[in-house]
């Protein structure tokens, strides 16, 4: 969904002519959980109702089948299920984006017709992972894939789980193809983040929950987050804050989030796993993991509650 540029606000000034190619995905993007029933079968409806919720607590966009969305456990014709049924739920309401990433160039490529075909409006393409290949042939995978299609990418780079970095300097140089016009950044590398903001129209998002006011404060487009999930409107109001100029009451909401953030981002579970338990624990629609992930005990799962419930009532 391409949107045009948005109105002056005290964080972000009104696009200048050369910034007008960028896409607008929207400041507040979820990393959506993948739904799935009991016997572990997508749950097509669960994610129409999900989608739904998120988008009316504060969510401009969604983000599919990423790390969040199991993507390494959905097949392609789930994949693009997922986007056709959550293009229904939300209609023009929220931007779509659909990670199609793989280790398999050709299998990427045909990810993001696919995705294209089934409604989405941009595409998440993390770095080649496994394989390890050198900063030249990431660079090849990335303009090949944006060649190969005619929405726009949103590259993520997640060193942690590829095993390889898309480096500072290969991002400056992809930024100059017109069908790359984003970044979620999971580097931890905010001396980076800030020059290819400098020297670069790139809209930059925080992939990391604990990073969302951070790179925000230095110039960052918003995030793409695991968290919102449980807390849609709680993030979205940092953000609000901030742009409002009450850059005191953002840092509170931020730092009144941090313990949440921890337990669903840093408790030793992969933060589908207990972003999962927590929106199970909430009533709202998410089922199982897929294995070889393994579900959250009883007691990690009423931790989360109890967080949440401290979030909300503070």
């Not at 999971?186 to 809209?203: G, V, W």
């Amino acid at each position: 969904m391409t949107t045009p540029p948005p109105a002056s606000t005290p964080h972000h000034p009104a696009r200048t002519p050369h910034l007008t190619r960028t896409p607008d995905f929207g400041r507040t993007l979820c990393a959506m959980v993948t739904p799935f029933s009991r016997s572990g079968a997508l749950d097509l409806d669960g994610a129409q109702r999900l989608a739904a919720h998120l988008v009316a607590n504060g969510c401009d966009g969604l983000v599919l089948s990423g790390t969040t969305g199991e993507s390494p456990t959905t097949t392609d014709a789930e994949k693009s299920a997922l986007i056709a049924a959550v293009r229904e739920a939300v209609a023009d309401r929220a931007s779509i984006v659909a990670g199609v990433g793989t280790p398999d160039t050709r299998h990427t490529a045909e990810l993001a017709r696919e995705a294209e075909k089934a409604g989405a409006d941009g595409l998440l393409v993390v770095a080649p992972y496994y394989s390890r290949p050198p900063q030249d042939a990431i660079e090849a995978h990335f303009r090949e894939i944006a060649d190969a299609t005619g929405l726009p990418l949103m590259l993520y780079d997640i060193p942690a789980r590829t095993g390889t970095r898309i480096e500072p300097e290969t991002l400056l140089r992809l930024a100059d193809h017109p069908g790359i016009v984003a970044v979620k950044d999971c580097s931890n590398d905010f001396l980076a983040a800030q020059k290819i903001l400098a020297r670069t129209d790139l809209a930059y998002y925080a992939g990391c929950d604990e990073h969302n006011l951070a790179l925000y404060a230095v110039g960052g487009t918003g995030y793409v987050s695991t968290v919102a999930n449980v807390v849609p409107n709680h993030l979205r109001a940092v953000l609000d804050a901030f742009d409002a100029g009450d850059t005191a009451q953002a840092a509170r909401l931020q730092q009144r989030a941090t313990p949440l953030i921890e337990a669903i981002m840093s408790a030793g579970l992969p933060g589908t796993v207990t972003a999962k338990a927590l929106l199970t624990a909430l009533d709202l629609p998410a089922g199982p993991v897929r294995a070889p992930l393994r579900p959250a005990d009883r007691a990690t799962a009423d931790g989360l509650l109890s967080l949440h419930g401290d979030l909300l009532n503070r």
